[in-house]
């Protein structure tokens, strides 16, 4: 769970210009930020600008927001630069790609999203860059052929999904369900 900090007010010489807009920015004071009914809500109003947490391990994140949903970026970065994340929202909705590297630059996943739901190849990679997971994904559900590895490049579990239903192996058994 993370905890929202913003400033208890805005400056307003602290502004970021996109090509369209220049948004407020706001800053690390829990009392500020408020969430209700889905949105983020700032002094009692619905949201718009960027918001900055602070998580774990020294990420920071910068969140756009439109109408107190998530809009636009979200990229977070480690404390020496380097990018965490990035993902794109619509409407609060997850959308598009949404990518993440391990703090030694290597890829750690990407994964596209239609409408707030996989929609897609969904990959992951260890820290050493082995693959992980592919799974393909329709509309959220999981179509195809998904895969999973343990760290050392041996295969953990390979099906594949039709209708619905699950023919393959999860780790040394058989399956079918």
């Keep these: 769970m993370t905890i929202w900090r913003v400033a208890s007010i805005v400056l307003a010489s602290i502004t970021l210009t996109t090509a369209q807009q220049v ?14 009914a889905g949105r983020l809500y700032y002094q009692e109003h619905m949201f718009d600008g960027v918001a900055i947490r602070h998580l774990h391990n020294g990420i920071t994140e910068y ?10 970026n979200v990229h977070s970065i480690y404390p020496n630069g380097q990018t965490h994340a990035v993902r794109v929202y ?3 909705k997850k959308s598009g790609q949404h ?6 630059g290597q890829l750690e996943f990407d994964y596209l999203f239609e409408a707030d739901r996989h929609h897609g190849p969904a990959l992951s990679w260890y ?11 329709q509309q959220g559900h999981e179509q195809g052929l998904q895969q999973m ?3 050392d490049g041996n295969l953990r579990l390979r099906y594949e999904m039709r209708d619905n239903r699950r023919y393959g192996w999860m780790g040394s058994k058989l399956c079918k369900d």
Excluded: C, K, M
């Design 23 to 36: 948004l407020p920015l706001v800053v690390a004071d829990e009392t500020a930020l408020q969430h209700g």
């Design 99 to 104: 990518r993440g590297w391990w703090p030694n």
């Design 63 to 72: 969140a756009h927001y439109r109408n107190g949903l998530l809009h636009g």
């Design 149 to 151: 590895w343990q760290a």
């Design 90 to 92: 619509l409407d609060g």
């Design 127 to 137: 820290q050493n860059g082995q693959i992980a997971a592919s799974f393909n994904y």
